[in-house]
Nanobody, 122 residues
Framework: VQLQAFGGGLVQAGGSLRLSCAAS????????MGWFRQAPGKEREFVAR???????YYAYSVKGRFTISRDNAKNTVYLQMNSLKPEDTAVYYC?????????????????WGQGTQVTVSS
């Protein structure tokens, strides 16, 4: 599976962005997909996850502001980010988990996109 994330940019606090992640391969629907982010000097952290069937999970810091979704016909997963805050500034990565079970761990995800920069100005 190859993943390509795009849609990042510069936005003012309170604004919105939608990230997309396009996946190659015919088995996209069998993968759980996650979004992670990494701010300068910090570890990569979990943001959101969606199972192959559409069950969603969110980090506490983004719950109620971010929405993850997927379109299996288009092999694409999305992250709608609203009410953005300066602390949301990071490189955002999409990832695919091929194994079973729910996980927020970076190590549980098998494939990673290249990352897209999101910068929120105050």
């Amino acid at each position: 599976v190859q993943l390509q994330a795009f849609g990042g940019g510069l936005v003012q606090a309170g604004g919105s962005l939608r990230l997309s992640c396009a996946a190659s391969g015919r088995t996209f629907s069998s993968y759980a997909m996650g979004w992670f982010r990494q701010a300068p000097g910090k570890e990569r952290e979990f943001v959101a996850r969606i199972s192959g069937r559409g069950t969603t999970y969110y980090a506490y810091s983004v719950k109620g502001r971010f929405t993850i979704s997927r379109d299996n016909a288009k092999n694409t997963v999305y992250l709608q980010m609203n009410s953005l805050k300066p602390e949301d500034t990071a490189v955002y990565y999409c990832a695919a988990q091929g194994g079973p079970g729910y996980s927020e761990s970076v190590g549980a995800y098998d494939y990673w996109g290249q990352g897209t920069q999101v910068t929120v100005s105050s």
